[in-house]
């Protein structure tokens, strides 16, 4: 699960590990391993809060 409009990851819902605002794209940074974009863990906490609800 990502943000398709995340402006960080590009839509990527990945990101540089060294710079957690760049996404991980020819355009963005690639100089680190790449690393989940906030976006993405944002989203798996929502999804956890609405399954332990539900
Ligand atoms: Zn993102
Ligand atoms: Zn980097």
Known sequence: MINPNC???EGQGWVCE????????????????????ECQVALAKTT???????
């Open 7 to 9: 402006r960080v990851c």
């Open 48 to 54: 956890r809060l609405v399954a332990t609800e539900a």
């Open 18 to 37: 060294k710079h957690p605002q760049k996404a991980w794209t020819r355009t963005g940074c690639q100089c680190a391993p790449v690393a989940r974009c």
